[in-house]
């Protein structure tokens, strides 16, 4: 089972709290048809653009190197979307996806914060007949500000949509550390407050970092699914 599948079981046995949860998705979800996780579908990319192999530097480093590389070689976001955009021809929604999409229609998160930046979970969503703006509000850091986020989470009864880590319809990608927490850094104060009730965590790698910086210390509780 793929780490976002794990989510229906978890919720189906807390339906006391339909509604409640706030959904966190990292970039460790793994991408149908070549069962890559997001992070290391952008270091592939980036390797493939640079040339950049970083046999010399510890493994832990070297996918933050080549990424840091492909930022400096590129800085253009909207050339980088069409880099990945073409690298996904052939991706299609995982299962995960799709048992989330189910799990949004009926209405188990009124708020999801993804860091994916394609456009698979919108896919999913489109399958269970939900639009952007018809059925959801889709919203993206660095492209809204913060008071337009924070009034769709406070006063609308639609679902939200927070993609935190790019966007290829917005061309907007964020590749280095540096580089999310500034797209991050305006919503800041509206991560912190959505995630005062109960957080479910899943796919965490060390592309979130930044993101998870702005997560409370206290507060809601959260519980973390790989």
Known sequence: MSMLATIADHIMSRRHRLGRHVLFIGSGVRIPPADREVYLLLEDLARQHTGMLSQNLPVERRGPAVLAEFARQVPDQAQRCRLLRKSLSEAHPAE???????????????????????????????????????????LVAGVDDAETISVALE???????????????????????????????????VIGEAFGVMCICTAYCSRDEPFIDFVPDEGGQVCLLY
């Open 96 to 138: 995960g996806h799709s048992q989330l999409a189910r799990l949004v229609q009926d209405g188990y998160f009124p708020t999801i914060f993804t860091m994916e930046p394609h456009d698979l979970l919108e896919q999913a969503l489109s399958d269970r007949h939900l639009e952007p703006e018809t059925d959801y509000h889709l």
């Open 155 to 189: 006063d609308s009864s639609r679902v939200v949509v927070v993609k935190c880590g790019g966007d290829l319809a917005s061309k907007r990608l964020p590749l280095t550390p540096e580089e999310i927490r500034q797209e991050l850094e305006s919503i800041g104060e």
